[in-house]
Nanobody, 126 residues
Framework: QVQLVESGGGLVQAGGSLRLSCAAS????????TGWFRQAPGKEREFVAA????????YYAGSVRGRFTISRDNSKNTVYLQMNSLKPEDTAVYYC???????????????????WGQGTQVIVSS
């Protein structure tokens, strides 16, 4: 069974950057469609970005498109979320999620993912 562990969160000033990592353990990650979600205090968890198993197709929420980049290195069993031009409204707990599938259509709903990490906190100060 694959386990997901996020890292890279922290406190950053508005306009700054962070890179989140989602490391998978247990078996090869190369056949897993992977996404990032976030949950701000008092709000529902929302989709941020997703990447196909091969890394060839990516999807983004409108609020982060152009600022965030999702990528993966299957040789390291790791998916990344590079976050640039951070805004205070990006403050949230960020979760990595995955599902074993080679399908490549956009998956933006929580129920479409079977594996979840524990989350990493991102705080953007103004």
């Amino acid at each position: 069974q694959v386990q997901l562990v996020e890292s890279g969160g922290g406190l950053v000033q508005a306009g700054g950057s962070l890179r989140l990592s989602c490391a998978a353990s247990g078996r090869t990650f190369s056949q897993y469609y992977t996404g990032w979600f976030r949950q701000a205090p008092g709000k529902e968890r929302e989709f941020v970005a997703a990447i196909s198993w091969s890394g060839g197709i990516t999807y983004y929420a409108g609020s982060v498109r152009g600022r965030f980049t999702i990528s993966r290195d299957n040789s390291k069993n790791t998916v990344y979320l590079q976050m640039n031009s951070l805004k205070p409204e990006d403050t949230a707990v960020y979760y990595c999620a995955a599902d074993r599938t080679t399908q490549q259509y956009m998956r933006r709903y929580e129920y479409e993912y079977t594996l979840w990490g524990q989350g990493t906190q991102v705080i953007v100060s103004s």
